[in-house]
């Protein structure tokens, strides 16, 4: 896994994974538009769909600065978002085109909480 660093490279070229071709171990960061995907990534650390905009289900409660998808992640201790469902979360992600970039996992099982979500054209498949 790679703990140092741009979580996205500034060359924007990395290796894009599904539900139905993973990752290779070789690529420390990898993206996904799967749902599939990042839902598992977010199971494996106990994360919860979650959102700082303003929705049909709420009030925003912080800026985020990311366009109006506000799609982000609670996790366990560390929840300063407002929750939202499955369904409300890839609706948002999709609406507004975007790709979850995130630390590969290594094979210690060490898991990374480092994720980031950019606009999809950010990125650009090599490989996968």
Same mark, same amino acid.
């Given at each position: 896994?790679k703990?140092?660093?741009?979580?996205?490279?500034e060359?924007?070229h !990395?290796?894009?994974?599904? *539900?139905?071709?993973? %990752?290779?171990?070789?690529a420390d @960061? @990898?993206? +996904?538009?799967?749902h599939? @995907?990042?839902?598992q990534?977010a199971r494996?650390?106990?994360?919860?769909?979650a =959102?700082g905009? %303003?929705?049909? +289900?709420?009030? %925003? =409660?912080?800026n985020v600065?990311?366009?109006?998808?506000?799609?982000?992640?609670?996790f366990?201790? *560390?929840? &300063?978002y407002r929750?939202? =469902? $499955?369904?409300? $979360?890839? *609706?948002?992600?999709d609406?507004?085109? !975007? %790709?979850? &970039?995130?630390?590969?996992d290594?094979?210690?099982?060490?898991?990374?909480?480092?994720?980031?979500? @950019?606009? *999809?054209?950010?990125v =650009?498949e !090599?490989?996968?």
């Amino acid at each position: 896994m790679k703990y140092d660093g741009e979580l996205l490279p500034e060359h924007r070229h !990395l290796t894009g994974v599904s *539900a139905e071709s993973p %990752a290779g171990q070789s690529a420390d @960061v @990898v993206f +996904t538009r799967d749902h599939d @995907v990042i839902e598992q990534w977010a199971r494996k650390r106990r994360a919860e769909p979650a =959102t700082g905009e %303003a929705t049909n +289900t709420g009030p %925003a =409660t912080m800026n985020v600065n990311d366009g109006g998808a506000g799609v982000r992640f609670n996790f366990p201790g *560390a929840g &300063v978002y407002r929750p939202i =469902t $499955w369904e409300e $979360w890839f *609706a948002n992600f999709d609406r507004h085109e !975007l %790709a979850f &970039v995130y630390d590969n996992d290594d094979q210690s099982g060490r898991l990374s909480n480092r994720y980031r979500i @950019v606009k *999809a054209s950010e990125v =650009t498949e !090599l490989g996968g």
